[in-house]
């Protein structure tokens, strides 16, 4: 396993009419919404250490604490930066921060926890 503290991952989506309050029942302004902030936040923190991984594990999300601190227009970049800023055992800790064209608009800490997919499932 090669995951070092620090190891970072950015990716960048346009907001669309999919992705707004409306669409996800979280609100209804057509604007980006909290879930897929932090659907994106995740799946960056899983693209940050999937190449890190020994073979045949993997992790999933166990806690995930954010901030949504401005809104964004469908139209408008949003890029995620997550950063592997612990490594406790399985325990993966990350800081995710997201913007969009005019500054940042959210925030999370996020857990994750390495798992084997196979023993998960049957215990699931
Ligand atoms: C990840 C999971 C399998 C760990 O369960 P487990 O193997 O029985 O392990 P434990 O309950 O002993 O937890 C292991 C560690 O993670 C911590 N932990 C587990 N769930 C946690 C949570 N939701 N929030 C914070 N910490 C958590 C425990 O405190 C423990 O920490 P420690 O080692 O410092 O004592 C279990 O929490 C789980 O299935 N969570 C749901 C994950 C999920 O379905 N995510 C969505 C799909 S990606």
């Known amino acids: 396993m090669s995951l070092e503290e620090g190891l970072n991952f950015t990716q960048e989506l346009i907001v669309?009419?999919?992705n707004t309050a409306i669409a996800h029942?979280?609100?209804k302004l057509p604007v980006f919404a909290?879930?897929?902030m932090v659907a994106f936040m995740e799946n960056t923190a899983v693209k940050c250490i999937?190449?890190?991984l020994d073979k045949g594990l993997d992790t999933v999300g166990i806690q995930i604490d954010t901030k949504h601190?401005?809104?964004t227009k469908v139209g408008k970049k949003v890029t995620c930066t997550a950063t592997l800023t612990k490594v406790d055992g399985k325990k993966l800790t990350f800081q995710i921060e997201a913007t969009d064209e005019d500054g940042p608009i959210g925030s999370s800490l996020h857990k994750r926890y390495i798992i084997d997919p196979?023993?998960?499932m049957e215990r699931a």
Do not use: L, M, Y
């Open 34 to 36: 909290t879930p897929a």
């Open 50 to 52: 999937e190449n890190g």
């Open 25 to 27: 029942g979280s609100g």
């Open 69 to 71: 601190i401005k809104a």
């Open 118 to 120: 196979i023993k998960f």
């Open 16 to 18: 669309e009419d999919t």
